[in-house]
Structures are given as C-alpha cells and as structure tokens.
C-alpha cells in the first residue's frame, strides 16, 4: 500500500485528524461535554497517571463509538503462545534454529495471531517485569479481527513478506529492514500478502527508549527524527461479529463486538504505534583497534529499574566498515551475564557464516559459551588487515535480556527446527598455544 503518510518523531506529542472530518480534534481541552463530529473521548493510558514528565504517556482517541461497547471476554485456545515457563527442564546448551517453518496457505489458512508461537522468555506479566520472544509465521490475513496484548509492549521484526498494520492511531506498512513497536493495549490487525515470518520482543512493564548517547553526544544511532508514527485513519463499519484477540496474562481471551475498532477519526498524545527503518541507523565503530562491545549497534533499549541494566536490548549488526588495525575483528569468544537471542533478517552473520540461516534464530544463554565458528576463528586470525565492508546486505539482529530465559515446549521439541549439530561448529578449534612464543619486533 504505497503512499501511506506518517508523522515523524520519538516520543512526541503527535496529534492527527482524520483529513475527511477537518476539527475532529477538540480544541483547549480533552473532554469537551459533546465532541465534535459527535464523537466519544477515550483515554489510552500507557504510564501511571503519576509518572514524572519523561516517561508519563497517553493518548486522547476520538472514535465514533468507545472500546467499552464490546460482549464479554471468554477464554479462547492459545496454541503455541505462553507465559509458562517451566514447560520444559532447563537447557542451558548453545541452542540454533533452523528457518522457522512458515505455514503453506494451500494446507492451512493461519493469520498473524494464529501464527504466533512463543520460543522462550522470562518473568511474569502479572508482576510486570520480564519477557517473551516470540516468532510469528502465517499466510492469511486478519479478517474481522483485531488483537491487544494487555500484558506489554510487542517490537515486531519482520523477516519475510511486509506487513500492513492497522492500528487505532492509523496504518503503517511494515517491510523486512524495518520494525514496528505496537505498544501495550493498542488494538491491531494484520494483513499480509504471501508467505510471511518474523520475530517479536515482547517486554512486560517497560516501554522502550532509545538510549542515551553519552560521549557520543546529541546524534547518531537511531535519530529520532527517523521514527514514524502513522496518521489517523477510521472506518465507520458495521460487522456481524467484529473478535477482539485478548492477550492478558498471558493467555488469549475473545470478545465480540458489531463494528471495527478502527473508529478513532482524530488523536493526539505521546502514546503510538511507530516504526523504524534499519537502513536510517547511523552505525559508529572501532577506527583503531580492538573490537567494540554490541551496545554501540542498540536501536531500542527497554530499560530495568537498575541503572545501566535492561529487560531488553535491540540490537542491529548493519552493513559497515570495518577498520581495526592489529584486531581480531568478528565478535569476541564470550560469556555473558545477559541472555542473547539472535535472528539474521538476511545475509549472512559475520561470526557465523554457515548454519545460521534467515528466518532462524540461536540463544546463548546467561553464561553459555559462544564465539566465532572454527572456520571464522582460523579465517580471521590470519587475514591481511585493510578496511573492509563488514556484512554487506546483511542484518543480523539480537534481542538481549538481563532475564535467563526458559526455552518453551514448542521451541525444544514441538518446532522442530532445532539444529542438534550446532555445537560441532566450534569442534574443529584446535590449541595455537606455543610454550616458546617469543614476541616479535614489529
Ligand atoms: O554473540 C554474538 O554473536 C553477539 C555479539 C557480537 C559482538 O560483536 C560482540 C559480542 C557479542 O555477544
Ligand atoms: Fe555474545
């Protein structure tokens, strides 16, 4: 759907009228006793009232008819989508996917909810603190149907096929390079035009942020300006049976209503789904020597309550140079006090350059070992330094957490796509350790 417009900005305070009912948005106030157009006021609350300026969000719609106009809730089944986490005994091995399997619409018709399954996380969405991640891979639209996750805040990573997300606050078109983040309670419906998968990062009771810069100063990374917000849109249609998909503590519940949600003719607030290109990241790196740790590649960060720690960290591996003189240049040998989950969007991951496919996915857990393959390790060790693209057509990405994430049912057994062998691409390291190393004068 090309020609979509959209707002720019992180976390402003955006407003947009629908352009068909010019003045929908009242004007001084919030609540006016009759709004104009004759619509309804509602507030979508995504901070406590209480929370101080930086982080207090909300946003006014103004729908021709509130949310609260809906039959009751009733359990629906979830599939593989689950806050359990203790499905399964915990593994603490080097774990890699193959391409997760995208369902052939000849065989079975799965929409974007259906096509939810959940690979690991941690924590607990009724204490608000943790996270999921998910994969989601489906052929078929969402057809009078919409979901909202109660539990957090989804940034959603497509790999294969763009995805065209209506929202309450407007439509974006969502293509593989790009992500969307569609915030807590915020009502969606996706439409998808083929074979369609990617990856979601779900956090519990944090929004994400960009991070701070530090010494790097007022720019770089992922500009604010670069983030896009869409623009009002509504429709005012009668449905015999409208379902809004429920995800609250973790389950799915289902309710029925008699017109779409996408009702909202005007909004403003701080408070929005936004989405991001990969390709707008203003990647720094090393220009002397040694290699940098993976923070300096974070897009969004979901921040704990301890300084310097996050629930969750999206982080990019883009296209680059790479310039580091008398350096072991792929990522380091590790083991890591944080989870990392890692997908490849396309192209090929620089420490891993066999094995880990597209539409795939590896986890390292807290304090797994991991590293560059044999081949990378013996590939690099030896290669003449001079400046070189570094994952050329390539984005690679991980999801970091500080929680240890439990693996589910469907991701060890159910899925299938665990890849046993993965281990063996580290057997071949053989010892270079030489008792009669002398250095050399260089
Ligand atoms: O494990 C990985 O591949 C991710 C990673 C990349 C990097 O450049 C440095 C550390 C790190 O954990
Ligand atoms: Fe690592």
């Known amino acids: 759907m090309a020609g979509l417009k959209y707002l ?19 004007e001084g106030q919030n609540n006016p006793q009759v709004c104009p157009y004759g619509l309804y006021a509602e507030q979508l609350s995504g901070s406590a009232f209480t929370c101080p300026r930086p982080t207090n969000k909300r946003s006014w ?16 089944k979830c599939e593989d989508l689950t806050e359990s986490w203790n499905e399964v005994e915990p593994d603490p091995n080097q774990l890699r996917w193959l391409p ?46 919409c979901f909202q996750n109660s539990d957090g805040d989804f940034l959603i990573v497509p790999q294969q096929g763009e995805i065209l997300i209506t929202t309450e606050f407007g439509k974006m078109m969502v293509e593989p390079n790009e992500i969307c983040v569609i915030q807590q309670g915020m009502r969606f419906t996706v439409d998808v035009f083929g074979e369609t998968r990617g990856y979601i990062l779900e956090v ?22 670069d983030f896009l917000v869409p623009v009002a849109w509504y429709e ?5 049976g409208y379902t809004i998909v429920n995800k609250y503590q973790g389950k799915l519940f289902s309710c029925q209503q008699d017109f779409s949600p996408f009702n909202v003719v005007a909004w403003h607030g701080n408070y929005t789904p936004y989405k991001y290109n990969l ?73 891993k350059e066999e094995g880990f496919q597209p539409g795939g996915g590896s986890l390292h857990s807290m304090m797994t070992p991991h590293g560059p393959d044999a081949e990378c390790f013996e590939k690099n060790s030896t290669a003449v330094l001079k400046p070189e693209r570094v994952a050329e057509g390539t984005m690679a990405f991980m999801f970091e957490s500080s929680f240890s994430m439990a693996v589910t049912k469907w991701g060890l057994e159910t899925c299938q796509r665990l890849d046993k062998s993965y281990y063996k691409c580290w057997e071949p390291l053989k010892s270079h350790f030489n008792p009669n190393w002398k250095p050399t004068n260089k």
Not at 11 to 25: H, I, K, Q, T
Not at 236 to 240: G, S
């Open 61 to 76: 719609l103004y729908r021709i008819l509130p949310s609260v106009r809906h039959k009751p809730f009733t359990p629906m």
């Open 279 to 351: 390709e707008s990241f203003m990647v720094i790196n090393c220009v002397a020597f040694d290699h940098a740790d993976p923070s300096i590649f974070t897009v969004l960060t979901a921040k704990s309550t301890r300084p310097g720690v996050a629930i969750a960290d999206f982080v990019i591996f883009p296209p680059r140079w790479g310039v580091a003189d008398r350096t072991f240049r792929p990522p380091y040998y590790h083991r890591n006090c944080m989870s990392e989950f890692m997908g490849l969007i396309k192209g090929h991951y620089e420490a």
């Open 204 to 225: 519990y009771g944090a929004h994400f942020e960009l991070p701070d810069l530090g010494p790097i100063g007022a720019n770089g990374l992922a500009n604010p300006r």
């Open 8 to 26: 720019t900005g992180f976390g402003s305070e955006f407003a947009s009228e629908d352009p068909r009912c010019p003045g929908a948005l009242p």
């Open 100 to 145: 997760f399997t995208i369902p052939k619409a000849s065989e079975k018709k799965v929409d974007f909810v259906a096509g939810l399954h959940t690979v690991c996380g941690a924590g607990d969405s009724k204490s608000r603190n943790g996270i999921a991640i998910h994969v989601y891979a489906c052929n078929t639209s969402m057809i009078d149907s």
């Open 236 to 240: 005012d249609r009668q449905v015999n």
